[in-house]
T-cell receptor, first 115, second 113 residues
Framework: GAVVSQHPSWVICKSGTSVKIECRSL??????MFWYRQFPKQSLMLMAT?????????EQGVEKDKFLINHASLTLSTLTVTSAHPEDSSFYIC???????????FGQGTRLTVV | AQSVSQHNHHVILSEAASLELGCNYS??????LFWYVQYPGQHLQLLLK??????LVKGIKGFEAEFIKSKFSFNLRKPSVQWSDTAEYFC???????????FGSGTKLNVKP
């Protein structure tokens, strides 16, 4: 199957700093990527839809100024957690697909810990 | 809003036991249904999916699921589990033909050898 890679796999940062997470589709072009977060013992929750060349669409309750998403090319989307706080500590996962009604492929996830 | 419910949060079985994990969704329109598995430290992997056609779907590793539209359910089954099936299982739906996923809370399966 297609490969989606996230980088880094884990990151620890200080409170107040910003962290960038990358999501790359390695062997296909993804016009749309999605960002999810997973709190401990909870499900994956969709945060935003990232569309190549346009602004991301955020789910209700997700602060767009805090979670900056950029989808500059058909193979790369980035999520930047700005002014991170300990409550932002979570597991962030991206997914990508090349069209509707096809399988979405997930990255391996990024564990963010804010201290 | 769309929601997906997985009723079993943690299941413990012995090898060779049969498995059934429940999944219900709330959405009245066109849905696509998925089961994903996440082995410890690994990516989410697709087990099986339903878009249309035969409501009994067969997936990888001997898993199958049945879509019952009247019950808004998509339960996952396997007749005989193995120790290697120990993982977390997520039911998910997409609605209106988009790839925006709504996930259930997951079920951790522990299979004792």
């Amino acid at each position: 199957g297609a490969v989606v890679s996230q980088h880094p796999s884990w990151v620890i940062c200080k409170s107040g700093t910003s962290v960038k997470i990358e999501c790359r589709s390695l062997d296909f072009q993804a016009t749309t990527m999605f960002w999810y977060r997973q709190f401990p013992k909870q499900s994956l929750m969709l945060m935003a839809t990232s569309n190549e060349g346009s602004k991301a669409t955020y789910e209700q309750g997700v602060e767009k100024d805090k979670f900056l998403i950029n989808h500059a090319s058909l193979t790369l989307s980035t999520l930047t957690v700005t002014s991170a706080h300990p409550e932002d500590s979570s597991f962030y996962i991206c997914s990508a697909s090349w069209s509707q009604n096809t399988e979405a492929f997930f990255g391996q996830g990024t564990r963010l810990t804010v201290v | 809003a769309q929601s997906v419910s997985q009723h079993n949060h943690h299941v413990i079985l012995s090898e060779a036991a049969s498995l059934e994990l429940g999944c219900n969704y709330s959405y009245g329109g066109t849905v696509n249904l998925f089961w994903y598995v996440q082995y410890p430290g690994q990516h989410l992997q697709l087990l099986l999916k339903y878009f249309s056609g035969d409501p009994l779907v067969k997936g990888i590793k001997g898993f199958e699921a049945e879509f019952i539209k009247s019950k808004f359910s998509f339960n996952l089954r396997k007749p005989s589990v193995q120790w290697s099936d120990t993982a977390e299982y997520f039911c998910a739906v997409t609605v209106d033909n988009f790839n925006k996923f709504y996930f259930g809370s997951g079920t951790k399966l522990n299979v004792k050898p």
